[in-house]
């Protein structure tokens, strides 16, 4: 949430007019209003700036919501998950989370220990990775080795699914073969020496390799990620969407 402005998250999550603001350029419901008489996921809510929170309270206490640049009211009947690294307790101590907001949306409270403490679940949650980019990349066939399988249970995954689905997936895109092994998930990044081995790369492979070479030595903290690289987040989500990372 924070590599976007508050206008741009607003606008997705209550929705816009035409005209509301630049690019606005046709009416659009936002992503409450297309939950309604459904589910709707938050992730990461700690990121929610103090303002946006003080309007998701609004349309959750209301049950309505206002698109921007509107001032005409959408009812909306949505069930809301949310999720979040955080500890909004403590958030709210510091000032940084509202606690009416906190205490709205924490009906049910459900804590998920790292990966790294339930090492049971990493096989199942990669064979269920595995299949799903084996069929979105068209790659039939694909299996662990068992060294590989191991691997994934001693590595301490700093950062949790996420960090694991990007890594299933980057090997599954690589895989030049049917069998995955460790090699494949924990590729060590280039050395000194390697940096410069790029011989009659472009100016955008050179950039693509070191992006990628960024991800896996920051993992899923795109924030380290982008600092290293030298560019804001949102440039990196940029560059990101344009390699296929």
């Known amino acids: ?86 500890n909004l307790f403590q958030d709210v101590q510091k000032g940084m989370f509202r606690e009416d907001l906190l205490y709205r949306i924490n009906t049910i409270l459900v804590e998920m220990p790292p990966l790294r403490n339930r090492k049971e679940d990493i096989p199942p949650l990669a064979s269920f990775f595995l299949q799903r980019f084996a069929t979105k990349y068209n790659k039939k066939g694909l299996t662990f080795h068992g060294e590989a399988v191991r691997k994934m249970q001693e590595y301490s995954w700093p950062g949790n699914i996420r960090e694991l689905e990007h890594t299933i997936e980057k090997a599954v895109i690589l895989s030049e073969g049917s069998l995955i092994g460790s090699s494949d998930l924990f590729r060590r990044p280039l050395d000194r020496e390697k940096k410069y ?30 600092k290293e690289l030298g560019i804001s987040r949102p440039t990196l989500y940029s560059k990101i969407r344009k390699y296929g990372l």
């Open 1 to 86: 949430m924070g590599a976007v402005t508050e206008t741009l998250f607003e606008s997705e999550l209550f929705g816009h007019v035409k005209g509301s603001f630049t690019d606005a350029h046709s009416d659009r419901p936002g992503k409450m209003e297309a939950a309604d008489r459904g589910t709707l996921f938050l992730d990461e809510i700690g990121n929610l700036s103090y303002p946006l929170q003080a309007k998701l309270l609004n349309a959750l206490q209301s049950r309505q919501i206002v698109r921007v640049g509107s001032n005409r009211p959408v009812a909306i009947d949505i069930r809301l998950i949310c999720a979040t690294n955080h």
């Open 197 to 226: 081995e790029l011989g009659n790369a472009t100016l955008e492979e050179m950039e693509k390799r070191l992006i990628e070479r960024a991800m896996q030595q920051g993992g899923n903290n795109m924030s380290a990620v982008a």
